[in-house]
Nanobody
Framework: QVQLVESGGGLVQPGGSLRLSCAAS????????IRWYRQAPGKERELVAG????????NYADSVKGRFTISRDNAKNTAYLQMNTLKLEDTAVYYC????????WGQGTQVTVSS
């Protein structure tokens, strides 16, 4: 059974940090590019960051460059999104996506940035 399970979301003040995790099972994690997307209320889902299967290349949305870092630990079948200097506009549900032979999505984790 394929699963992508996000965790680590929560409520944080502006300027704070969170680290999201995406735990994968049921497929060959090392064959898949991992991307984090987010969707704020009333907005379309947008790509936040991506990392290639071996972790050699990453890319980021302009809005998060310099603040967010995507990484992965293939030995643990887990990807991460370190989010620093969070802003109000980072509030969204964050989704993990695995892209490769198939496409898989997690259920999402809520991140709320509020004072």
């Amino acid at each position: 059974q394929v699963q992508l399970v996000e965790s680590g979301g929560g409520l944080v003040q502006p300027g704070g940090s969170l680290r999201l995790s995406c735990a994968a099972s049921g497929f060959t994690f090392t064959m898949y590019t991992i991307r984090w997307y987010r969707q704020a209320p009333g907005k379309e889902r947008e790509l936040v960051a991506g990392i290639t299967s071996a972790g050699g290349m990453t890319n980021y949305a302009d809005s998060v460059k310099g603040r967010f870092t995507i990484s992965r630990d293939n030995a643990k079948n887990t990807a991460y999104l370190q989010m620093n200097t969070l802003k109000l506009e980072d509030t969204a549900v964050y989704y993990c996506n695995a892209g490769g032979p198939q496409k898989y999505w997690g259920q999402g984790t809520q991140v709320t940035v509020s004072s």
